[in-house]
């Protein structure tokens, strides 16, 4: 990311931030996604997606690829749909009674909302990661343990324990916790429980890994660590991250998409969004005017 540009994102003496516009104001109107919504290599392809919470349309109309090894960040004001977006890719939406999803969701050219799909699989496929640090009940071990029992991944002790502690390595945690793995997970501290979270969700071998706000309740050095955690994981795994974070969007993606009121304004490689967006939306809440 170019200096110059991290260094106006950090300084809100340097944006409009002080005297933002509100979104009644901006008088934009809105017109077809701009960018690079579409890649070759793509993991999930997005196709016309709309989402309802009863009669409230929340999503309009979006079409992206999201591609193979790669961080994408979701961007976006509060209430922007970005991470209604977000659940849509691995059928979190399908706990909510009132949600209805339309359009195409393809996993490898898979249809998830094709009736033959079974969601607690396809969960398995496209982990989550939450926003609030959310271990189980159990010792660090069963957290990590728990998914790869349920569906069977390994056939004895032996592999399990390889299994958990790979995973925990994976997470970045492993030399903390290696001598305490029977310890509560509940006891860690918040960075080390979103780890941990983390690790529970690559144990079970997933594809794709959603990642709704996943440092907002951390601490620098914490969110620093879950940073560059996921630089690493891209190398294994399909990230998607919802952020309010401009900052952390900057330094963890290669992709950022720019959600606005439910539609999708604009799709590019980071560095073109921040420094040269194509959109007159995307330029005010880049250099806050508004959000």
Not at 272 to 290: C, D, M, S, V
């Amino acid at each position: 990311m170019n200096e110059a540009v991290m260094n106006e994102l950090v300084d809100p003496t340097m944006n409009a931030r002080s005297n933002p516009e509100t979104e009644d104001s901006l008088n934009i109107e809105y017109t077809d996604t701009v960018g690079q919504p579409l890649c070759e290599k793509a993991k999930i392809r997005t196709q016309n997606v709309n989402v309802f919470y009863a009669d409230n349309q929340a999503i309009h109309n979006v079409s992206l690829d999201i591609g193979a090894h790669e961080v994408i960040a979701l961007i976006g004001p509060s209430g922007c749909g970005k991470s209604t977006y977000l659940r849509t890719l691995n059928r979190m939406n399908d706990t909510i009674d009132i949600c209805r999803v339309e359009g195409k969701i393809l996993l490898d050219d898979e249809n998830i909302y094709s009736k033959k799909q079974d969601p607690v699989l396809l969960r398995a496929r496209v982990g989550m990661v939450f926003q609030k640090p959310n271990p189980f009940p159990k010792s660090i071990y069963d957290n990590v343990a728990y998914g790869p029992r349920i569906h069977g991944l390994t056939r004895n002790k032996s592999e399990l324990d390889d299994l958990v502690e790979d995973s925990l390595i994976k997470a970045g945690l492993f030399a903390e916790v290696k001598d305490r793995l029977h310890a509560p997970g509940t006891g860690l501290s918040g960075g080390q429980q979103q780890r941990l979270c983390i690790a529970r969700t690559i144990a079970v071998q997933p594809e794709v890994i959603l990642m709704d706000e996943p440092a907002s309740a951390l601490d620098p050095i914490a969110t620093a660590k879950i940073e560059e955690l996921m630089n690493e994981l891209k190398e294994n795994f399909t990230i998607v991250i919802v952020t309010h974070s401009m900052q952390q969007a900057a330094r963890v993606s290669q992709r950022t998409a720019y959600f606005h009121m439910g539609r999708l304004i604009e799709v590019g490689e980071t560095d073109q969004i921040f420094t040269n967006p194509a959109h007159e939306l995307t330029e005010k809440y880049i250099t806050g005017r508004f959000g």
